[in-house]
């Protein structure tokens, strides 16, 4: 515990500096976080042996609901429009939830799938409304009423979004220590078991999947922001897929997981990209076989000692 606490500390100081000494990275490491934050919301799902392979749903949702609202001026301040965007996909999940949490296994993961891509095709298709596959701009805001130039606006949004993430991570601990978190478990193990003791299964994996919804959507929510444009790619189901292979990365035995799946992931697809852009998608693949034969629990197994053991199902550390 004290090693995975110590890691955590240090991880979150290294990311707080890095981008004072190298200002390039600042973008790409709020990039990261964004999608660490959606790889937690899978994680979560993970807990309950159950994969969505649609969460690029709630990533664009919330992703438009905030380009949508800073176009039209309804909220022109960072601080408003995240926390909107997150909840107009924390809505949308529970819509969605009503639905897809009656199936298990990979009925589950297809009908997000289904769910994401239907989306996916009216943001193309409706062009007078979502600029097709231009997609739209968003108007950079202010931040708790100061008006920032580019570069202070997006180190502001990174030191932001690494709160954000700390206090995610934090939360979601919790939750996975909590009765629900273990029924989660319990579903992955023995639903039936879990029936026989009067606690709903449906019932608890439809808040893993509201709170699965509100990350995607706060990661959409800043990503919206820092980059500055939104395009339908955000719903397809290659970015989902990006979502449940840094969960993979990095491990779902800790919260710390996803977030060093994204880091990890930002990386091998930076450096491949310009080493090797004919073949990056291989090197990524290459990278997903060896964690899964020699690493089965992730980089957080790695990092935990337990790198070459299967998964163990111990909530939060």
Same mark, same amino acid.
């Given at each position: 515990?004290?090693?995975?606490?110590?890691? $955590?500390?240090?991880?979150?100081?290294? /990311?707080?500096?890095?981008?004072?000494?190298?200002?390039?990275?600042?973008?790409?490491? *709020?990039?990261?976080?964004?999608?660490?934050?959606?790889?937690?919301?899978?994680?979560?799902?993970?807990?309950?042996?159950?994969?969505?392979?649609?969460?690029?749903?709630?990533?664009?949702?919330?992703?438009?609901?905030?380009?949508?609202?800073?176009?039209?001026?309804?909220?022109?301040?960072?601080?408003?429009?995240?926390?909107?965007?997150?909840?107009?996909?924390?809505?949308?999940?529970?819509?969605?939830?009503?639905?897809?949490?009656?199936?298990?296994?990979?009925?589950?993961?297809?009908?997000?799938?289904?769910?994401?891509?239907?989306?996916?095709?009216?943001?193309?298709?409706?062009?007078?409304?979502?600029?097709?596959?231009?997609?739209? &701009?968003?108007?950079?805001?202010?931040?708790?009423?100061?008006?920032?130039?580019?570069?202070?606006?997006?180190?502001? *949004?990174?030191?932001? *979004?690494?709160?954000?993430?700390?206090?995610?991570?934090?939360?979601?601990?919790?939750?996975?220590?909590?009765?629900?978190?273990?029924?989660?478990?319990?579903?992955?193990?023995?639903?039936?078991?879990?029936?026989? /003791?009067?606690?709903?299964?449906?019932?608890?994996?439809?808040?893993?999947?509201?709170?699965?919804?509100?990350?995607?959507?706060?990661?959409?929510?800043?990503?919206?922001?820092?980059?500055?444009?939104? *395009?339908?790619?955000?719903?397809? +189901?290659?970015?989902?897929?990006?979502?449940?292979?840094?969960?993979?990365?990095?491990?779902? $035995?800790?919260?710390?997981?996803?977030?060093? $799946?994204? /880091?990890?992931?930002?990386?091998? &697809?930076?450096?491949?990209?310009?080493?090797?852009?004919?073949? +990056?998608?291989?090197?990524?693949?290459?990278?997903?076989?060896?964690?899964?034969?020699?690493?089965?629990? $992730?980089?957080?197994?790695?990092?935990?000692?337990?790198?070459?053991?299967?998964?163990?199902?111990?909530?939060?550390?």
């Amino acid at each position: 515990m004290a090693r995975q606490l110590v890691f $955590g500390l240090a991880l979150i100081a290294a /990311l707080a500096v890095f981008p004072l000494f190298s200002p390039w990275s600042t973008v790409i490491l *709020t990039v990261a976080l964004c999608e660490g934050l959606a790889a937690l919301g899978i994680m979560v799902l993970l807990r309950a042996g159950q994969v969505s392979f649609g969460h690029g749903l709630f990533f664009s949702f919330s992703a438009y609901a905030v380009a949508f609202m800073a176009a039209a001026k309804v909220g022109h301040e960072a601080l408003i429009l995240i926390p909107v965007g997150m909840a107009a996909s924390g809505l949308l999940a529970a819509i969605v939830g009503l639905f897809v949490v009656r199936y298990r296994a990979i009925f589950f993961g297809m009908l997000n799938l289904a769910i994401s891509m239907v989306f996916f095709s009216l943001l193309e298709k409706l062009f007078s409304i979502t600029g097709g596959a231009d997609g739209k &701009r968003v108007p950079r805001p202010t931040f708790a009423g100061i008006e920032f130039g580019r570069e202070q606006f997006e180190l502001a *949004t990174f030191y932001v *979004t690494l709160v954000l993430c700390i206090l995610a991570a934090l939360f979601v601990a919790r939750y996975l220590l909590s009765p629900g978190g273990k029924a989660l478990e319990a579903i992955k193990s023995n639903e039936t078991r879990l029936e026989y /003791l009067g606690v709903s299964p449906r019932k608890v994996l439809y808040g893993a999947y509201l709170l699965s919804g509100l990350l995607a959507g706060l990661g959409g929510a800043i990503i919206a922001l820092v980059s500055g444009h939104v *395009t339908p790619e955000l719903a397809y +189901w290659v970015r989902s897929g990006e979502f449940v292979f840094i969960a993979i990365l990095g491990g779902i $035995g800790g919260v710390a997981g996803p977030f060093l $799946g994204a /880091l990890m992931f930002q990386i091998i &697809r930076g450096y491949a990209a310009v080493y090797a852009p004919e073949t +990056w998608h291989a090197v990524l693949g290459v990278m997903l076989l060896v964690i899964i034969f020699f690493a089965p629990a $992730g980089l957080y197994g790695i990092v935990a000692g337990k790198g070459g053991k299967p998964q163990r199902e111990e909530g939060g550390r």
